[in-house]
Nanobody, 117 residues
Framework: QVQLVESGGGLVQPGGSLRLSCAAS????????MGWYRQVPGKQRELVAA???????NYADSVKGRFTISRDNPKNTVYLQMNSLKPEDTAVYYC???????????WGEGTQVTVSS
């Protein structure tokens, strides 16, 4: 059974930082591309950042230079370091695992990030 468990969300003031973690189980973590997505009510889920099994990263333009995605394969964990947070970063953040087989795509339950003074 595949599980992706996010943690690290919360309330932070504008300009602050948070680090999200996603612990994976039930998959061969090192084979998977991992990603962070976010969604606000009434809008589509959007890609924030992704990292391939080889460590190649990709970011949404809105977070480049502020967010950093990384992975720790021995710990089966992917991280999202978020700095210089803005109110528009407020959303539910979801962890995604994408195995080499395109038939499969896994999601976590999400963690709320709220940026507000």
């Amino acid at each position: 059974q595949v599980q992706l468990v996010e943690s690290g969300g919360g309330l932070v003031q504008p300009g602050g930082s948070l680090r999200l973690s996603c612990a994976a189980s039930g998959i061969i973590f090192s084979f998977n591309a991992m990603g962070w997505y976010r969604q606000v009510p009434g809008k589509q889920r959007e890609l924030v950042a992704a990292i391939t099994s080889d460590g190649i990263t990709n970011y949404a333009d809105s977070v480049k230079g502020r967010f950093t995605i990384s992975r720790d394969n021995p710990k089966n964990t992917v991280y999202l370091q978020m700095n210089s947070l803005k109110p528009e970063d407020t959303a539910v953040y979801y962890c995604n695992a994408r195995p080499p087989n395109p038939m499969y795509n896994y999601w976590g339950e999400g963690t709320q990030v709220t940026v507000s003074s």
